[in-house]
């Protein structure tokens, strides 16, 4: 999701409209559930996913036909993917879902609602996108940070607005309201986990790269400029620039939802950002490394007042063994692992 509205910013930037789909409802065996979200282009092309197959196929349509007309066009669809239909298509899902599909015009009004919750993702805190709509248009749109600022919206009273924020934020879904004739509708942008990215290498970029494109918010922090910057992490969420691993984090908002790789470049700092770690409440720390690294590394930690339980926190070596060599293959082993953790 974070990726797909970053996507939408930049089409918006460059001047090309959009149309956004949203599963607002979904009842039965169905490919994605409410909330889930693609982008249809004017070429037909599409960003982000609704499940797939026959669904993507027919909204894809509809889009198309919508394109054709004029104004901020917004609408539901509903579609029936059980018995004869689903059957036709082959498919083992079944269910019924309804479609929002919104026209997201390349003006700077659309442009900056979008960049409101693009912003509150990379920072790693909630945004609600309310959105207004009544006569098949989009009436009005406001996205919102909850920790900041109450809605304050033209379409409808704050009382209901803020109900419908907390519903949203709570429940991880869609939140859809009948006000007058508009239709009020509350999605919530829930934070991401954050990934600290310790050391800039080698093994770092691609890791970063793949833990953004699958919902990690990427902090990458070295004490090298010449390696934490932005054009050798273009992904990443943030990064920071270190005086040096002592005391590295500092000002640092870890949590029981955090995950810690150490990827630097030497032993000693390794063992001086896992000590570090080790003191957190992360759920995860890894360290990349071979065995006879860890062990020395562990020995000084335990001689220095760690105890065994604070120790076996860490997977090292990191990843998962599927027998990973180069730099990528490696960022895959150590990205599986942390969807497992996430997962579980």
Known sequence: MK??????????????????????????????????????????????????GLLEAM????????????????????FDLSNELAANADMICGGHVSVMLEHLPADEATLSVFTSVDKAMRMGKHAVLFTVTGE??????????????????????????????????????????????????AEAFIPQPELFIFGAGHVSRPTAALASSVNF?????????????????????????????????????????SYVIIVTRGHLHDKTVLGQALATPARYVGMIGSRKKRDAIYEALLSEGLT???????????GLSIGAQT????AVSIVAELIQKRAG
């Open 136 to 185: 098949n248009r989009v009436v009005e749109r406001q996205a919102v940070r909850p920790c900041c600022q109450l809605p304050a919206l033209d379409s409808a009273d704050a009382e209901t607005a803020s109900r419908m924020q907390e519903e949203t934020i709570k429940s991880g879904l869609p939140v859809m309201e009948e006000c007058g004739n508009v239709l009020l509708m």
């Open 308 to 318: 065994q339980n604070d120790i076996d926190r860490c997977h090292c070596p990191i």
């Open 3 to 52: 990726q797909l509205i970053r996507n939408i910013c930049n089409s918006l930037k460059s001047g090309k409209d959009l149309f956004l789909a949203s599963i607002v409802k979904s009842s039965g065996s169905t490919p994605r559930s409410s909330g889930s979200k693609m982008v249809i282009r004017r070429d037909g092309s599409i960003d982000g996913t609704i499940g797939g």
């Open 59 to 78: 909204v894809q349509q509809e889009a198309a036909k919508l394109f054709q007309g004029e104004g901020s066009i917004a609408i539901i669809k509903e």
């Open 217 to 257: 918010r990427t902090v990458v922090l070295d004490d090298r400029s010449e390696f934490a910057n932005r054009e050798r992490f273009p992904e990443a969420d943030e990064i920071r620039v270190l005086a040096g691993f002592e005391n590295c984090f500092a000002g640092l908002d870890v949590n029981v939802n």
């Open 327 to 330: 730099p990528e293959e490696i």
